[in-house]
Every structure is written in structure tokens, then in C-alpha cells.
């Protein structure tokens, strides 16, 4: 990795290790990471030059980044290349990579869940305890989903007032925390 600190250096080998880690490429969490970092759009070429990466492997982790929202493409003037820069806003990022693992992973998979709920229930399709473990799974991704739809209506303020709230937010709900 040239051209970059020891720190920048490590924080991208990590972000990198971090992405394999939740289903993401290895490069594509790397390029990501430079790009977060990055005070200025860069262009492919730079970004492949300074990971030391295939620019086609860059190609394609740039349009997995652009696919996923959080990496845009940025016209400079006097360059004819396309230049590439992340989403800086972390909170407004996370919420866009929330929203996407959602469509992609528990959207899905809620409408497998339902379509086997709705064939379990013909005659010998399923035991009653197969049926009652899919309508357990129903109702916690109905009831997280639903929970994820309500924080998602809030702005970034109110979310991060509830999250500082900590053990305050049990005693409002007149519950113990968990131990």
C-alpha cells in the first residue's frame, strides 16, 4: 500500500479482514476504507496503484460500492477519468448499509419464511413443531423489521439521543437490564 501512513495502512488491512468477516470482499471493504479516508475523489487507477490491486478487481469493487450507495461517482474538472468517493456522513452510511443487508438478506428471507409457513399448513407438508419453529422465526423477523422501519423514520438525532440513553432507556420501560 503505497502512498499511505502506517495508521491508514492499518485501518484499511482491518476494514478489509472486517468485510470477510460480514460477507463482504476482502478488496471491496479495502477500497471502501481508502476511499473513506481519502480528503479527495480518486480515480480508479490511484486507488488500484495505492492498494496494490488488478484495476479490473477495482472496476468491480467500485461498482459493488456504488451498487451498495455508499461510494459515488465525482467529476473533476480537467480530468476525464471518473473519480470515486464515499459516503463521509458515518451515521447517514450506516443506515444506507442497514437498509441494504435488509432488501438483501431479511427481506428475502421473511418471504421464504411465509411462503413455508403457507405450504406447512397442508396436510402432512410439515410436523406441527417444523411449523411452530418457522412461525417463531416469522414473528422475531416481523417484529425486528418492524422495530428497524420505526428507527429508520426518526432522524439521526433522535436515534443517537435513544442510543445514549443506555441503562435509562430499562428504567423508562420499567425493566432491569440484562446482567
Not at 503505497?2 to 471491496?28: C, D, Y
Not at 437498509?99 to 409457513?117: S, Y
Request: proline share 4%; with cysteine.
Amino acid at each position: 500500500m503505497t502512498n499511505l501512513s502506517p495508521i491508514a495502512q492499518k485501518f484499511i488491512l482491518h476494514w478489509g479482514e472486517m468485510g470477510t468477516r460480514w460477507g463482504i470482499n476482502r478488496t471491496v471493504a479495502q477500497v471502501h476504507a481508502l476511499l473513506f479516508l481519502s480528503e479527495k475523489p480518486l480515480p480508479a487507477d490511484e486507488i488500484a496503484q495505492t492498494l496494490g490491486v488488478a484495476r479490473s478487481n477495482i472496476s468491480t469493487s467500485l461498482h459493488e460500492l456504488q451498487n451498495w450507495d455508499i461510494v459515488r461517482v465525482v467529476h473533476v474538472i480537467g480530468d476525464r477519468r471518473d473519480h470515486f468517493e464515499s459516503m463521509k456522513d458515518v451515521f447517514a452510511m450506516f443506515r444506507v448499509i442497514a437498509r441494504e443487508r435488509k432488501k438483501r438478506e431479511i427481506e428475502p428471507t421473511l418471504r421464504v419464511l411465509r411462503d413455508c409457513i403457507a405450504e406447512s399448513s397442508k396436510p402432512k407438508a410439515a410436523a406441527p413443531y417444523t411449523r411452530e419453529r418457522l412461525a417463531d422465526l416469522v414473528n422475531f423477523f416481523e417484529i425486528t423489521t418492524n422495530a428497524y422501519d420505526q428507527m429508520e423514520k426518526l432522524p439521526t438525532s433522535a436515534v443517537l439521543k435513544l442510543a445514549k440513553l443506555g441503562d435509562k432507556a430499562f428504567k423508562l420501560l420499567g425493566i432491569a437490564p440484562a446482567a
